[in-house]
């Protein structure tokens, strides 16, 4: 049987003080999620999902984010619900969406469905910059919701989960693409550095994220503009893939 998000979160919960996704931003920032504040995110989120906007099977939800933390946390709180991410350059069915999460909240000033603005820095405390109008702040909403997982609709695994550039996957699909052998084993700390494309970079990023998940693994992830200035700087590479004890690359 394919595992289901709530496996994951159960999984990475096992252990709930050891780090499950760690973070290096542009600037200097770095964040670490144990599994248990990383659970502790996907509930809040899932509860504003389902609070706000009624997200359960069947809807579909514009992940409009970069390769981050934050986009994983979006990611598994709307698998969780039962629904559909749909990841594109631009939302060209507008009328097919039912919730659009993003940290460009500008670009979508002409759509029907509700935004949700999510502003990247870890230490936000609200969206910096106009807002459309009836959008919700997720900086200042999300800790506002539970931390224990409210109701949510069941997940069909024939509904689909991801919509990448028109290609459908469904939720059975997604899981057994968790199942797929995480690198050198499970258990690794993997070091992920996403494409510099946005939309390749986040599809690629949160499904290898889930994978290493999945295995009982943890994630450490770099900004794009990071991964390419490591690049060009292997000596910094190599000090915090010794840092961070990572045992294997994506």
């Not at 998940?213 to 390419?228: F, K, M």
Request: glycine share 8%; charged share 20%; proline share 7%.
């Amino acid at each position: 049987m394919s595992p289901h998000i709530a496996d994951i979160l159960r999984l990475v919960t096992t252990e709930p003080g050891r780090p499950r996704l760690t973070w290096y931003g542009d600037g200097g920032e770095r964040v670490e999620l144990s599994g248990a504040v990383l659970e502790n995110w996907v509930n809040k989120t899932v509860n504003l999902l389902v609070e706000e906007f009624d997200v359960e099977a069947g809807t579909r939800v514009l992940l409009d984010l970069p390769p981050h933390w934050r986009t994983v946390v979006w990611a598994l709180a709307v698998w969780r619900a039962g629904a559909c991410i749909v990841l594109a350059q631009e939302p060209s069915t507008p009328e097919h969406l039912d919730v659009i999460v993003t940290d460009r909240p500008a670009r979508h000033l002409d759509e029907s469905a509700p935004v949700v603005a999510v502003a990247l820095p870890a230490l936000a405390r609200r969206f910096d910059g106009a807002l459309p109008v009836g959008a919700i702040d997720a900086a200042s909403a999300v800790m506002t919701y539970g931390d224990m997982l409210g109701w949510v609709s069941p997940v069909d695994p024939h509904a689909t989960a991801l919509v990448v550039a028109g290609t459908p996957l469904t939720h059975a699909e997604l899981g057994s693409e968790m199942n797929e052998p995480s690198l050198d084993g499970p258990g690794q700390r993997v070091l992920i550095r996403p494409d510099g494309d946005r939309l390749a970079g986040t599809g690629e990023f949160v499904r290898e994220s889930l994978r290493v998940l999945a295995s009982g693994g943890s994630v450490v992830g770099l900004d794009a503009s990071l991964a390419r200035d490591y690049v060009e700087q292997p000596q910094r590479l190599e000090r915090l893939i010794t840092d961070e004890r990572v045992t294997a690359i994506a």
